[in-house]
């Protein structure tokens, strides 16, 4: 039996002691085998023993690095890094592997259009750093995009998600007490929803929203 068939007999039977002994074994040989990598890095994440997690990451990152081109599965691997970083509440590192993903997504893209990685993702991610740039309270930097946010949805007419970006916007704002910026994105929302009599749970909000500024 190989090495690689070991380790995934140990990992059937959750023995990741074993399996990790096994991975080790592999990487004395070739430190830059990506599977062993991989699942030594996974081992460690199904044991909640993230900074050794973050580490082996890391070093499977500096393989994939080494490569022509990204691949799908870096960008998931980098976008998982961000969301461990997030988990543990290093902000700033989850900042810098967001950004990292996103440069991913846009180059793997680029090289691969006709087996994209969805716009969902960059989506996700566009929301991630609205949310991590709000902790870091670098407003400037999550209403930059947020302003992406905000075109994507308008130009798409996705108006639920439309209205979420604007209310977002506007609590930037109200944080920043630039309150006649936060008037003006309310007035213009007030405009789009109006006229549309599907969406009054919206409009409602935006009105109380707006009394609360004023008064």
């Known amino acids: 039996m190989s090495r690689m068939s070991k380790v995934f007999k140990y990992l059937d039977d959750n023995n990741y002691e074993k399996a990790l002994e096994e991975v080790n074994s592999i990487l004395q040989k070739d430190p830059y085998d990506i599977s062993a990598l991989k699942i030594k ?21 500096s393989v994939y690095e080494q490569l022509p081109a ?16 997030t988990h543990i509440n290093e902000t700033v590192q ?8 996103v ?34 309270k670098e407003f400037n930097k999550a209403l930059s995009h947020y302003d992406w946010l905000f075109t994507f949805y308008r130009t798409y007419e996705d108006l639920e998600s439309f209205a979420d970006v604007i209310l977002a916007i506007v609590d930037l704002f109200t944080k920043q007490t630039f309150y006649q910026k936060a008037i003006k994105f309310y007035t213009y929302a007030l405009q789009q929803y109006e006229d549309i009599e599907e969406y009054p749970g919206i409009i409602g909000l935006i009105h109380y929203s707006l009394r609360n500024i004023y008064f």
């Open 41 to 61: 890095a996974e081992i460690y994440y199904r044991q909640n023993r993230l900074q050794k997690a973050l580490i082996t990451y890391k070093e499977l990152d």
């Open 70 to 85: 990204p691949l799908q599965e870096q960008y998931y691997m980098i976008k998982l890094i961000a969301r461990i970083y």
């Open 94 to 101: 989850a900042i810098k592997y967001t950004k990292k993903a």
């Open 103 to 136: 440069q991913i997504y846009e180059l793997y893209n680029k090289t691969n259009p006709a087996i994209p990685i969805h716009l969902k993702e960059k989506i996700f991610l566009s929301f991630n750093l609205t949310e991590l740039y709000t902790i870091e």
